[in-house]
């Protein structure tokens, strides 16, 4: 009876071993999840494995026949634009993303002046010093999924931005009216003095 208890709780000991091993082993294969600060600081252990990154599609598509370029940015402001997401902070930081035109075509809205793109999770092979891009810092994405769609912006200045450009227009008027009045007179005069000279 104890030998059959012993190997059972062994047996179920390997088996649940196993388990987690498999477990962590389809974890890399899903890839790691990252952001652009850890890529920075840890490349080389993430170079060339499988990762996972989330951010916001910005600028433009570059076409280049069946794949195509974008910008991902896992900045402050990627899920909200600036006067939704507070005050300034961090840098506008992202990586390059190389992707099938398949998976570029899943891209709605790109992030730019009055918009903010489609947030993305990117699923591929990270580079540190991509030999096929020339030493680029990039991912070659082997899919990508849409986690929330883009959405215009609405922007509009600030009260006190026009009465800056009201006061600076004026000021503007009131140095340049006498500028404008002298250089007038000085050819007035010259005009005269030419008159005088040929009679």
């Known amino acids: 009876m104890r030998k059959a208890l012993t190997l059972a709780v062994t047996f179920l000991l390997l088996a649940a071993a196993l388990s987690a091993m498999s477990s962590v082993a389809a974890a890399e294969a899903e890839g790691r999840e990252v952001d652009s600060g850890v890529l920075l600081r840890e490349w080389e252990e993430y170079d060339g494995e499988v990762v996972v990154f989330r951010g916001e599609a910005v600028g433009d598509v570059l076409w ?8 991902v940015n896992d900045d402050h402001y990627s899920l909200n634009a600036l006067h939704e997401a507070g005050e300034l902070r961090g840098g506008n930081s992202g990586i390059g993303v190389w992707m099938p035109v398949a998976e570029a075509e899943k891209i ?5 002046h009055g918009s903010v793109g489609d ?3 990117v699923k591929g092979v990270f580079h540190a010093d991509c030999g096929e891009h020339g030493g680029d810092f990039d991912i070659h994405a082997d899919s990508i999924r849409v ?12 009260p006190w931005k026009y009465l800056v450009l009201a006061a600076s227009l004026l000021f503007a ?6 500028l ?14 030419l008159r005088r000279e040929s009679e």
């Open 180 to 193: 404008m009045r002298r250089r007038l007179e000085e050819r007035r005069s010259a005009r005269a003095l």
């Open 64 to 71: 280049r026949g069946d794949y195509a370029w974008i910008m």
């Open 119 to 121: 947030y993305l999770e």
């Open 108 to 112: 709605g809205r790109l992030g730019r």
């Open 147 to 158: 986690l929330a769609p883009g959405k215009a912006v609405r922007v509009s200045p600030q």
């Open 173 to 178: 008027l009131v140095t340049m009216i006498p």
